[in-house]
Each structure stands twice: as C-alpha cells, then as structure tokens.
C-alpha cells in the first residue's frame, strides 16, 4: 500500500525543496534597498490610523473558532455522501446498485457525527457565544 503513495512523497517532496530553495535564492540574491517609504506602514491605499497593537475582543476570537469547527463540519459531509453507497452495502457495489444486503452504519455514522456537532452548536448558543437576536 506504500507503494500506491509514493508519487505523492515524491511531490510533496519536490514541493518542499523547491520552495525551500526559491525562498533562500530571494534572500541570498534579492535587491536590498530599505528605503522610509517601503519601510512605512501600508494599509490598503491610506495612511495608517490609530495603533497597529489594538486588542480585539474575545467574542471575535470565539465567533472565528466557530466558523472553522462548522465550516469544517460541511467539508466532512461531502466524502461521506460520495462514499455512503459503499459504507451502507454488506457485499460489492456494482453499477451504483448494492450486490446483497444494506446496512445502516454509513447513515449511523452521520447521525452521531452531526449529533455531536448539534449538541456543540446547543452548547455555544446556550452560551451565549453566538446569538442571532
């Protein structure tokens, strides 16, 4: 089976030497002319206000968090619908039609996956980390 990854490691591989090396060409051979006016600060076109070192409040930080645990909830659901045909069939699947019997394990598994991010949706929103009122 390590053999169906090799060229893989072996991309990843080149990958990692290449940028590597093209990040120590820029260092090693790149012009360095430190100039006031790219060492100012540069904020989309206009000048800079008020102080870069501003704290932000915890409720962004959290609302974040939260984005990425339910954004990657739905990245999850589309390799679980592509392969629910096989997860839910005892024998082979030929043709997209299930050879002999149908379980329900592809479908249990996504019930106790999405009842564990349900009950962590409840638990924010009881929370009061996210409220839409």
């Not at 076109?45 to 915890?58: D, H, K, N, T, Y």
């Not at 024998?91 to 962590?120: D, K």
Request: net charge positive; aromatic share 16%.
């Amino acid at each position: 089976m390590s053999v169906a990854y090799t060229p893989v490691l072996v991309a990843l591989l080149l990958a990692g030497v290449l940028g590597i090396m093209f990040l120590a060409l820029a260092i090693l051979m790149g012009p360095k002319h430190d100039t006031a006016e790219k060492l100012a600060p540069f904020e989309c076109g206009s000048e800079p206000i008020g102080s870069p070192r501003v704290r932000f409040s915890v409720k962004f930080y959290q609302v974040a968090i939260l984005f990425l645990v339910f954004d990657i909830e739905s990245a999850f659901l589309y390799p679980w619908a592509v392969l629910f045909r096989k997860l839910s069939c005892t024998g082979a699947v030929i043709e997209n039609v299930c050879s002999s019997g149908i379980t329900f394990f592809g479908f249990a598994e996504m019930l106790v996956f999405l009842f564990v991010l349900v009950a962590a949706l409840a638990y924010t929103w009881k929370k009061k980390a996210i409220g839409w009122a």
